[in-house]
């Protein structure tokens, strides 16, 4: 299939559109992922459901997949996008797809730490609207020119790859031999073992593994849908909590009544409207101009600017505000955003002339509290919310099912919109007493480890249907051919050898060994293996 | 000091990169800060505790205190993970009599006057000062705020007219070692 100039530059507009800030602060966590990017790639090139099954195969590799600080394993911008535009274009099956993927997540992330790099620029430009107290002057720094670098640096090389790669991709796989098509077929069977393996080093721990075996054992023994483990795994998660006592005890989570009082005697000068503006510039903005020198600095100080139009009114006021608030800044966005919400109030007091409130008051509180709600909100949205739902959707995708990447999209969002709202409003409420609040209740750890077990039910379930590795030996005993396939392993355990891969990456990854070194052995040992005849369906 | 103990110098202390990548990495059950400023604040020892992973135990202490407790052999059967907020403070742990051949430097915020080092890592000028402190004192320091990441050796990251000097008992490096034990 030729793809057209019109197709390349719509998805080469949709690479950038999934690495940018325009969706709700939601983007990261769905157009970004090559589950979603395969669908849309399919949608342009004509043939959404084939795009989303090479999606889904494609996103199980980086199902592991956390950033954190700005520091990333690889990038899947290129490895969605362009990844399903070669892999449809060249007709190649799931498998010889995802051997291609490997190295454009790697070049992609070059495209990454160049935009983290260049970023920096722009804070200073936002440094001098911020001395002249334009808060628009700030707002648009933090908005315009970072997205415009995103443009061209994720558009004009998807452009480049897309259009004038697919038919050098067609031509060289008409070249490669038939055997080397099947050994590529093999590793990419194996590769999902990397991604899930990942996951575990992240999720498993050796007392709710047995979550995991489950989920396996219901998957390839009774054929279970992996949305029906996952209700298992559902089930599973809430008893674990009651019978392990995790939960909270009612009324744990009441604030004392002195902080009660205090906070509602608090002057309120910030209206609704603003706390919801502030909020959604937040929300929307966080990342736009994400960099290496101050992260989210300049995202923070922009959300903050509906705030302090309201709360000052001098231009030195406002700018001083601006520059506080233009330094280093960097959580998880959504827990994260309890921060803002304890900024605005103090801001307010601030403002009221509370004379114990000073600017290196709310800088303290705000450096302070940042990196710990980082720990908390990456290990619940990025370790286990979006994982578990990712599951289902790419199973679901799997099957053929549009539901998988709509339902991914709809749950994930409502999730981590309603998060970030609750918090950023509880902030402001509480003040800081609210991280307590929020933290203290044990409702955090009681919901991760619920979630633990979920996950690790249904990615015992994903790695029954997505891992597939089978052996050709056959030993000749006296006159009888036993093939060890289906004479031995599946005898003992349907699945053995996918599961024993699986596990086999976690510890590897246990001991320190890379994701990209494993990646690499699984090439060697598919490709050698099915060389040697050792490795093979039948 | 216990053999598995790392070291890691980060202004963020208790963050994304620790609780999702470094704690499993490294197998820590045990964290230690060590602070003399957040030594007397309540608050934000719950809140680091609070932000640990559940069966990971948080402590902060001070420099003093820090002494003590890693000189005690068992003091966790697993590795633990020393977070700092700044070098200034390793310096001092060095000058306390804490051993140790190496220093992860993970974070460091940008502001005014800093010295850009590599990636989301900058120092100050006491911050540079006492980072060539450490190195001329034989602790080897490296840049690197994720496991996946490559190592990057603090000579290669320096601006190149500190990397090449290696002072060894200058006047600014006293001073350095001086504030970081006042303070």
């Not at chain 1, 057209?4 to 970004?32: C, D, E, K, N, R």
């Not at chain 1, 970030?420 to 609040?437: D, F, L």
């Not at chain 2, 994304?16 to 197998?27: E, F, N, P, S, T």
């Not at chain 2, 992860?104 to 120092?123: E, I, M, Q």
């Amino acid at each position: 299939m030729q793809i057209t100039v019109t197709q390349a530059v719509l998805i080469s507009l949709a690479a950038y559109l999934g690495s940018s800030t325009w969706f709700l602060g939601v983007g990261y966590f769905t157009v970004y992922r090559p589950l979603i990017a395969g669908t849309i790639v399919g949608a342009i090139l004509g043939d959404p459901a084939a795009g989303m099954k090479l999606g889904a195969a494609i996103n199980a590799i980086y199902l592991g997949f956390i950033s954190t600080g700005g520091s990333l394993p690889g990038d899947l911008i290129f490895a969605g996008y362009i990844g399903t535009a070669l892999g449809l274009a060249a007709r190649l099956d799931a498998a010889a797809a995802l051997s291609l993927v490997v190295p454009l997540g790697l070049l992609g992330s070059a495209i990454w730490f160049f935009r983290m790099a260049v970023d920096s620029l722009f804070v200073h430009w936002a440094d001098a609207f911020a001395r002249r107290g334009s808060t628009r002057g700030v707002a648009a720094m933090n908005v315009w020119p970072g997205q415009m670098v995103l443009l061209v640096a994720y558009g004009v090389p998807t452009f480049i790859i897309v259009y004038f790669g697919s038919g050098a991709v067609q031509s060289l796989m008409a070249l490669v031999p038939p055997k080397v098509v099947e050994a590529l077929a093999m590793v990419g069977g194996m590769l999902p073992a990397v991604g899930i393996g990942m996951l575990l080093s992240y999720m498993g721990k050796w007392r709710l593994m047995p979550f995991f075996l489950v989920g396996f054992l219901l998957s390839i023994y009774l054929n279970l849908p992996v949305v029906v483990v996952a209700l298992f795994g559902l089930i599973a998660a809430a008893l674990h909590v009651q019978y392990s006592q995790m939960l909270p005890s009612a009324g744990g989570t009441a604030p004392s009544p002195q902080a009660a009082r205090v906070a509602e005697d608090r002057p309120k000068r910030v209206t609704r409207g603003d706390m919801f503006g502030a909020w959604w510039r937040w929300l929307v903005f966080s990342h736009s101009c994400y960099n290496y020198e101050r992260l989210q600095g300049l995202g923070f100080a922009h959300s903050m600017t509906p705030i302090i139009k309201r709360l000052y009114h001098t231009q030195d006021e406002i700018s001083a505000a601006l520059q506080r608030h233009l330094v280093f800044f960097n959580t998880e966005p959504n827990v994260g955003a309890v921060v803002h919400g304890v900024t605005v109030a103090m801001e307010e007091q601030r403002a009221s002339g509370a004379d114990q409130i000073s600017a290196e008051t709310i800088n303290s509180i705000k450096s302070g509290l940042m990196g710990p709600l980082a720990g908390i909100g990456d290990s619940l949205t990025q370790g286990l919310i979006t994982p578990v739902l990712l599951s289902l959707g790419i199973a679901l995708a799997l099957e053929g099912n549009l539901a998988g990447p709509l339902l991914y999209v709809m749950l994930e969002s409502a999730a981590i919109i309603g998060v970030s709202y609750i918090t950023w409003m509880q902030g402001y409420r509480w003040g800081k007493v609210a991280v307590e609040r929020i933290l203290g209740a044990g409702l955090v750890h009681a919901l991760m480890e619920g979630a633990s077990v979920l996950g690790l039910t249904t990615v015992g379930a994903l790695t029954a249907t997505l891992v597939s590795l089978s052996t050709k030996v056959k030993v000749t005993v006296g006159q009888k051919v036993v093939t060890l396939q289906t004479d031995v392993l599946d005898k003992i355990l349907k699945g053995l050898l996918p599961l024993a891969l699986t596990l086999l990456v976690w510890r590897l990854l246990g001991r320190k060994r890379s994701p990209l070194f494993i990646i690499i052995l699984v090439f060697v040992v598919g490709l050698v293996g099915t060389w040697l005849g050792w490795l093979g369906w039948g | 000091m216990a053999a598995t103990a790392h070291v890691r110098v980060d202004d963020r202390l208790i963050h994304g990169q620790v609780v999702v990548k470094w704690l499993r990495y490294l197998d820590c059950q045990d964290i230690l800060v060590v602070d003399d400023e957040l030594r007397g604040d309540d608050f934000m020892q719950t809140v680091l505790r609070m932000a640990a992973p559940a069966a990971v135990r948080v402590r902060v202490a001070s420099v003093a205190e820090a002494v003590g407790l890693l000189e005690q052999p068992a003091l966790s059967e697993r590795g633990i993970l020393v977070l700092l907020r700044t070098p200034q403070m390793a310096l001092a742990l060095l000058d306390h009599g804490v051993a140790f051949d190496e220093v992860n430097l993970g974070g460091l915020a940008g502001g005014p006057g800093a010295t850009r080092l590599f990636r989301s890592v900058s120092a100050s000028e006491p911050q540079l000062a006492a980072l060539i402190a450490l190195r001329s004192r034989g602790v080897r320091v490296y840049i690197q705020m994720v496991p996946e990441e490559h190592a990057l050796e603090l000579a290669d990251a320096l601006p190149a007219h500190l990397a090449k000097s290696r002072p060894t008992a200058s006047p600014d490096v006293d001073l350095v070692r001086t504030q970081a034990n006042g303070g």
